[in-house]
């Protein structure tokens, strides 16, 4: 019977104790200034998800609109509201559904103080609005159906 032969892995061991330079690709500016061109900085980073005109987080600005959209002249519908999301923030891709579901969802995360953590309940609830700006009094959310069931 013949005996089959391993293969030996060796592992190598460094013999110096230098480390290398960084192979990173760099990319060079006019002004000299040399970064690693895979990484963008974190003001990059940060300034990319802020909106075009108000400068604000997806979320602050998502808030922002539900707590003025009771003023007379801000009375946003939902389709609305998802629009003016949309044009806000054209990088979210979330957001370019432009989906009123999306809105309903918010809304509701919004008046049970979840949508963005610390904030808490707001003082004046964000109700949805028609084309004439006035209260959708026709749609009932569950609490108000199991109320009506109890009594």
């Known amino acids: 019977m013949a005996r089959t032969k391993k293969t030996l892995t060796v592992k190598s061991t460094p013999t110096s104790t230098t480390k290398k330079a960084s192979t990173r690709a760099k990319r060079s500016t006019k002004g000299g200034d040399t970064r690693s061109a895979s990484k963008p900085t974190k003001s990059e980073t940060s300034l ?3 909106g075009t005109s ?12 539900l707590d003025v959209n009771y003023k007379t002249d801000r009375r946003l519908t939902d389709v609305k509201l998802a629009e003016n999301w949309a044009k806000e923030f054209p990088f979210s891709m ?7 579901s999306i809105v309903r ?11 963005r953590s610390g904030v808490g309940v707001p003082t004046r ?9 006035q209260p959708v009094k026709d749609r009932q959310t569950k609490t108000k159906k199991v109320v009506e069931k109890a009594a």
Do not use: F
């Open 48 to 50: 990319a998800r802020r």
């Open 94 to 100: 979330c957001l370019q559904r432009q989906s009123v």
């Open 105 to 115: 969802g918010v809304r509701r995360l919004y008046n049970t103080g979840r949508h």
């Open 125 to 133: 609830l964000s109700v949805p609005y028609d084309d004439q700006g």
């Open 54 to 65: 108000s400068g604000m987080r997806i979320m602050e600005y998502q808030d922002h609109t």
